[in-house]
């Protein structure tokens, strides 16, 4: 098993750029969660998907950031323009709905600096 | 809105000793969770708590859930330079157990 995978691991943007970040959840999983993490605020939950629809995006920052989600095995997060306290890095999780609490299987992260 | 608090917020070990940290709210939760996050990876997660009392073990780890079930403690013993990390506690709110809030995380470092 892969696990998640997200693509790039770093970017490295200027301001005012659009930048998209993937995520390929681990195959089988029903449940796809962004998370942002920062020093100031720690982990935040954006935004998560049941079955490719969105459920919850009441923790996406403003309408410069957008997530969707094609298809069971793809999701993307994307922020425009973006703007240097975007920088942060980026979390996607992904988890299987069956018993009490159902975990979530993080990837690796991609680290966004905006310059 | 709902916050957990977790302390201390870092620490300095030596290799051998036993770590004690704790994260607190004022709110209820019917489940507690502890992760770990290695430098330049995402969290993982370590020990799922989900009725107040229980005392979990996994390994040297061990976590329990406070019987007011708005705190929860993790102790590490005999540490060992791979525990280095960020524990963080963390737990579903919302009604969704898919809705994780978290803590700000206990950064662990220890001395060879």
């Known amino acids: 098993d892969a696990g998640v995978i997200q693509s790039p691991r770093h970017e490295v943007t200027e301001m005012g750029q659009e930048v998209t970040l993937r995520c390929k959840p681990i195959s089988g999983h029903d449940y796809l969660f962004w998370y942002r993490q920062t020093m100031m605020r720690g982990l935040e939950l954006l935004i998560y998907?049941?079955?490719?629809?969105?459920?919850?995006d009441s923790g996406m920052p403003e309408d410069r950031f957008s997530a969707k989600m094609p298809n069971a095995s793809f999701s993307t997060l994307k922020i425009q323009p973006s703007e240097p306290r975007d920088s942060a890095v980026y979390f996607c999780?992904?988890?299987?709905?069956?018993?009490?609490?159902?975990?979530?299987?993080f990837g690796p992260g991609t680290r966004l600096t905006v310059l | 809105g709902q916050q957990l608090n977790q302390s201390p917020q870092s620490m300095f070990i030596q290799e051998g000793e036993d770590v004690s940290m704790n994260c607190t709210s004022s709110s209820i939760f019917n489940t507690w969770l502890w992760y770990k996050q290695d430098p330049g990876e995402g969290p993982v997660l370590l020990i799922a708590l989900y009725k107040a009392g229980e005392l979990t073990s996994n390994g040297r780890l061990t976590a329990q859930f406070g019987i007011t079930r708005k705190d929860s403690f993790l102790n590490i013993s005999a540490s060992i330079p791979s525990d280095v990390g960020i524990y963080f506690c963390a737990a579903p709110f919302g009604g969704s157990q898919g809705n994780l809030i978290f803590g700000k995380g206990t950064k662990l470092s220890v001395k060879p």
């Open positions: 998907f049941n079955n490719n629809v969105p459920i919850d």
């Open positions: 999780a992904s988890s299987l709905m069956a018993g009490t609490y159902n975990e979530q299987f």
